[in-house]
């Protein structure tokens, strides 16, 4: 499966690997070290260099507890990096956001792809994706960032999420976007306790039936940190490329990470497993 990222082809038919460029001030695995446009391209730089093939550029935090950021603040953000990364580099940049305003803004300075948590609930969000015409991930959150930790609760967690899914592309089909144009994504962390996690992580092949490619992202998040004794972000290293590996063995397609390289050689023995040294 090839997705046409306003221009860029996306081959699918191989796991990819996204890396995360957050210029957030608060973000919690990078502190907020990648706001400036020259250190946001260097850093993008590096990931492309260490294998990646999307930069997903977010500017608003969605981590447990975050506080809302207004429009123009995430635009002051994201746009001058967006504009920096596709004028000097060749790859796709993906765009995480839920305000239709960011969507458009970001698409008109070379985006490709929107990843939004919150799958186009946005007021006026379907109508901008569906104008843009580039692929939208849609991620499953149970609740909103400020309170989604404190007692998310599922009959059965795959199920569940399954129908939203269901209900979230019925609801883009009729609007005119494209289903060859959807990516799926269970939302690690986001309105899930651990048990949940692991549960989603054991059972992502539920998802295949649905028949759209799987987007996971558990890097660094805390399922990691609580299994290994509560260790810190930036000890979470292993853990997350274990996680990346078995949901690359349930079928994801495309992993969400901070740490590309690892996660590329990662990728590069799973696929050698599969398609043969030469493959
Ligand atoms: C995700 C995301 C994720 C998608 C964040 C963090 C929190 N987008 N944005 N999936 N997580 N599609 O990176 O820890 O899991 S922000």
């Known amino acids: 499966m090839?997705?046409?990222?306003?221009?860029?082809?996306l081959d699918l038919s191989r796991p990819k690997v996204m890396g995360i460029l957050n210029v957030t001030p608060d973000s919690f695995s990078d502190g907020g070290d990648f706001i400036s446009p020259v250190?946001?391209?260097?850093?993008?730089?590096?990931?492309?260099?260490?294998?990646?093939?999307?930069?997903?550029?977010?500017?608003?935090?969605?981590?447990?507890?975050a506080d809302a950021v207004s429009e123009?603040?995430?635009?002051?953000?994201?746009?001058?990096?967006?504009?920096?990364?596709?004028?000097?580099?060749?790859?796709i940049v993906s765009i995480d956001t839920s305000k239709?305003?960011?969507?458009?803004?970001?698409?008109?300075?070379?985006?490709?792809?929107?990843?939004?948590?919150?799958?186009?609930?946005?007021?006026?969000a379907v109508m901008a994706a569906q104008e843009l015409e580039v692929p939208i991930c849609l991620m499953h959150m149970q609740?909103?960032?400020?309170?989604?930790?404190k007692d998310p609760v599922y009959g059965d967690v795959v199920s569940d999420i399954s129908e939203f899914f269901e209900q979230r592309v019925a609801n883009c089909l009729s609007a005119g976007i494209l289903r060859e144009r959807?990516?799926?994504?269970?939302?690690?962390?986001?309105?899930?306790?651990?048990?949940?996690?692991?549960?989603?992580?054991?059972g992502l092949d539920g998802?295949?039936?649905?028949?759209l490619p799987l987007l996971v992202g558990i890097s660094r998040k805390s399922m990691i940190?609580?299994?290994?004794?509560?260790?810190p972000a930036d000890e979470r290293l292993y853990g997350s490329v274990a996680a990346a590996v078995l949901a690359l063995e349930r079928g994801a397609s495309i992993l969400r990470v901070h740490d590309v390289k690892p996660t590329v050689d990662a990728l590069k023995i799973v696929n050698a497993v599969r398609f043969g040294v030469n493959g």
């Open 2 to 9: 090839i997705l046409d990222c306003a221009g860029k082809q």
């Open 39 to 65: 250190i946001a391209i260097s850093h993008a730089e590096q990931m492309l260099l260490d294998g990646a093939d999307i930069i997903d550029v977010g500017g608003e935090s969605t981590r447990p507890g």
């Open 72 to 91: 123009q603040e995430e635009l002051d953000r994201v746009i001058p990096v967006v504009e920096a990364i596709t004028s000097r580099l060749s790859t």
């Open 100 to 124: 239709p305003v960011v969507m458009r803004e970001a698409a008109a300075a070379g985006a490709g792809l929107i990843n939004d948590v919150l799958a186009l609930q946005a007021p006026g």
């Open 143 to 149: 609740g909103w960032p400020r309170t989604m930790q």
């Open 182 to 202: 959807l990516i799926l994504d269970p939302g690690f962390g986001f309105g899930k306790t651990l048990e949940h996690n692991l549960t989603l992580l054991a």
């Open 207 to 211: 998802f295949r039936e649905l028949g």
């Open 225 to 231: 940190g609580t299994i290994l004794n509560d260790a």
